[in-house]
C-alpha cells in the first residue's frame, strides 16, 4: 500500500523527499501540491509510490457529431475564414448559410459548426444546363462573363453570337 507521513513542526518537503528517498517533485504530484512548498504540521502526505495508480478520471466518450440531416453537411469554422469564402467554397450565398444557420450578423468564430444544405447533383445539373440570362439594360458581354465565370470567347461560342452585341431583354445562356 501507499506510505504515509504526517508533518511535525520543521519539517520541509525537501527534507521529507529526502527521507523517503523521494524528489519534491514527486510529492507534489502524489499529494496534488499545486501550489509552492506549503505544508502545515498534522498534514499526512503520501510518501511513496506504492499506491495503486490513482484512477485516470474517464475522459468522456467524444459526442458523436450533430447528426446532419440528409443533403446537410456541417462545416468547421476555421481561422480566417469568412461567410463569403465558405459561401462561394460550397456554391452557395452568404443569405442562405446565414438563414441555415439562424445568424443575425456575418460575424464566425473558430470551430463554430455551419450547416450547408447540400443541393442534390441531379437537380443542379439539370438547372444548370439550362441556366439562363436575360440581358438588362446597361450589360456588356464581359460584365455577364464575369458574372458566371465565362471569358467573352465563351460565352459568344455558347450563344452563337457573330458580335459583342447584345440586346436588352436578350437571353443568353451562361452555362459551360
Known sequence: ??????????D?????????????A???EWNNLENADRIF?????????EKAEAPKTESPAPKPAEPVKPGEASYTVKAGDTLSQIAR????????LR???????????VNQKLIIEIQAESESVTEEK??????????TLSHIARQ?????????EMNHLTSDLIFVNQKLVVIK
Not at 12 to 24: E, F, G, Y
Not at 89 to 96: G, N, Y
Open 89 to 96: 467554397t460550397h456554391k452557395t450565398t452568404v443569405a442562405q
Open 1 to 10: 500500500g501507499e506510505a504515509s507521513y504526517t508533518i511535525k513542526a520543521g
Open 41 to 49: 504540521v498534522g498534514q499526512r502526505l503520501i510518501v511513496s509510490g
Open 148 to 156: 458566371y465565370s465565362l471569358s467573352v470567347r465563351e460565352l459568344k
Open 99 to 109: 438563414e441555415w444557420n439562424s445568424l443575425k450578423s456575418d460575424i464566425i468564430f
Open 12 to 24: 520541509t518537503l525537501s527534507q521529507i523527499a529526502r527521507t523517503h528517498k523521494t524528489t519534491v
Open 130 to 139: 439550362t441556366k439562363v440570362h436575360t440581358v438588362s439594360s446597361g450589360d
Open 26 to 28: 514527486q510529492l507534489r
